[in-house]
């Protein structure tokens, strides 16, 4: 569903992404990890088509991202770290022209309208302007538009900025729904514990490459340590690599 075909992807002379190389299949819950500056966002980007990679490919559903955006973006539902709405709309009128950028018929958006305002229990605030709504209902709204057309791959940065303990169990409980439907979810966040519980796999990216790729039980195992949480496995591992941005640090005080 998801492919980085040797992606890399440059800003001048720094390299962000270096020789990417991950596939992602259907029904998979997929979190990156990784510290500030390792790459998460501009990996992200690429997925959805707001950066070009400079060398690989990115394909989503078999689409080129790059070379068949509108036939790529027709799978792809997206959470930003940072809800982007339109104030003046309200929010059952931005679902409405979503619904339209897709090309959705009348009926099935009518439908499908109705349905995430329910999942997302929007119903209070879906004929309120979204500039009154808080950073929580921002993010509730964005994740409706997101699978409104639903998406084969859902792609999510930091989705569980803003919510309360209500949404935050509502978004668990509809990836594990979606999941298991055989939704595609890639997932970026510093949120650890979410990552342990929900996700399939792991990668972690430091300095631009794929340093881990596996489960949890396999970064255990990798690490020679038994019992032990992933928020101590992902520290104890991006801070003893001689590449991590501690080490440098402490380099620089030797």
């Given at each position: 569903?998801i492919?980085?075909?040797?992606?890399?992807?440059?800003?001048?002379?720094?390299?962000?992404?270096?020789?990417?190389?991950?596939?992602?299949p259907?029904g998979?819950?997929?979190?990156?990890?990784?510290?500030?500056?390792?790459?998460?966002?501009?990996?992200?980007?690429?997925?959805?088509?707001?950066l070009?990679?400079?060398?690989?490919?990115?394909?989503?559903?078999?689409?080129?991202?790059?070379?068949?955006p509108?036939e790529?973006?027709?799978?792809l539902?997206?959470?930003?770290?940072?809800?982007?709405?339109?104030?003046?709309?309200?929010?059952r009128?931005?679902?409405?022209?979503?619904?339209?950028?897709?090309?959705?018929p009348?009926?099935?958006?009518?439908?499908?309208?109705?349905?995430?305002?329910?999942h997302?229990?929007?119903?209070?605030?879906?004929?309120?302007?979204?500039?009154?709504?808080s950073?929580g209902?921002?993010?509730?709204?964005?994740?409706?538009?997101?699978?409104l057309h639903?998406?084969?791959?859902l792609?999510?940065?930091?989705?569980?900025?803003?919510?309360?303990?209500?949404?935050?169990?509502?978004?668990?409980?509809?990836?594990?729904?979606?999941?298991?439907q055989?939704?595609?979810?890639?997932?970026?966040?510093?949120?650890?514990?979410?990552?342990?519980?929900?996700?399939?796999?792991?990668?972690?990216?430091?300095?631009?490459?794929?340093?881990?790729?596996?489960?949890?039980?396999?970064l255990?195992e990798?690490?020679?340590?038994?019992?032990?949480s992933?928020?101590?496995?992902?520290?104890?591992?991006t801070?003893?690599?001689?590449?991590?941005?501690?080490?440098e640090?402490?380099?620089?005080?030797?």
């Open positions: 569903m492919e980085f075909d040797h992606v890399s992807r440059s800003y001048g002379r720094k390299l962000a992404v270096d020789d990417l190389a991950l596939s992602i259907r998979e819950l997929f979190a990156l990890l990784g510290p500030n500056g390792a790459g998460k966002t501009t990996t992200i980007k690429m997925l959805v088509g707001l070009r990679p400079s060398g690989g490919a990115v394909r989503v559903c078999g689409h080129d991202v790059a070379r068949s509108r790529a973006h027709m799978h539902g997206y959470v930003p770290d940072e809800p982007c709405l339109y104030d003046k709309l309200t929010g009128e931005f679902l409405w022209f979503i619904a339209d950028m897709f090309g959705m009348r009926h099935v958006a009518t439908r499908r309208i109705a349905e995430e305002i329910e997302f229990e929007l119903a209070e605030f879906a004929n309120d302007l979204a500039e009154s709504y950073l209902m921002k993010q509730r709204l964005v994740f409706a538009a997101a699978l639903d998406p084969s791959v792609v999510l940065d930091e989705p569980m900025v803003g919510l309360d303990p209500r949404s935050v169990r509502i978004v668990k409980d509809l990836l594990q729904e979606k999941t298991h055989g939704m595609t979810v890639f997932m970026s966040t510093h949120t650890l514990a979410m990552a342990e519980e929900m996700a399939d796999r792991i990668g972690v990216m430091v300095r631009g490459r794929m340093q881990f790729l596996g489960t949890v039980m396999e255990r990798h690490m020679a340590i038994e019992s032990t992933l928020e101590q496995l992902y520290l104890q591992f801070t003893d690599r001689p590449d991590s941005p501690a080490a640090a402490a380099g620089e005080q030797v």
